[in-house]
């Protein structure tokens, strides 16, 4: 069990940066898969980006070449660098952790823990 907690409310123009940091309280974290999503409004949860604990990504195909997750194990962190924003990048950004990955992490339903949720706004 981790609890996940994030920050980095943003609003920001098209074509902009916003770095998203998920804060982790609980000692498996070194060992989870980490994982960023995104809902827009009315829309279903989907896949940002995860990293494993030995630090391979995996990167929806919206975002390979703009966003990058990375994570610090001893501070017990995940983030998300996010540039070159597009409007369609708009929604609630959610960190999520998987405990005990036994395979490749990737949806949602893999995933056992939760962040709050945090708003990025992306105008054009």
């Known amino acids: 069990q981790v609890q996940l907690v994030e920050s980095g409310v943003g609003l920001v123009q098209a074509g902009g940066s916003l770095i998203l940091s998920c804060a982790a309280f609980g000692n498996i974290f070194g060992r989870s898969v980490m994982g960023w999503y995104r809902q827009a409004p009315e829309k279903q949860r989907e896949p940002v980006a995860t990293i494993t604990s030995a630090g391979t990504t995996n990167y929806a195909d919206s975002v390979r070449g703009r966003f990058t997750i990375s994570r610090d194990n001893a501070k017990s962190r995940v983030y998300l660098q996010m540039n070159s924003l597009k409007p369609e990048d708009t929604g609630v950004y959610y960190c999520?952790?998987?405990?005990?990955?036994?395979?490749?992490?990737?949806?949602?339903?893999?995933?056992?823990?939760w962040g709050q949720g945090t708003q990025v706004t992306v105008s054009s």
């Open positions: 999520a952790a998987d405990c005990i990955p036994q395979s490749s992490s990737w949806y949602p339903h893999e995933f056992g823990s």
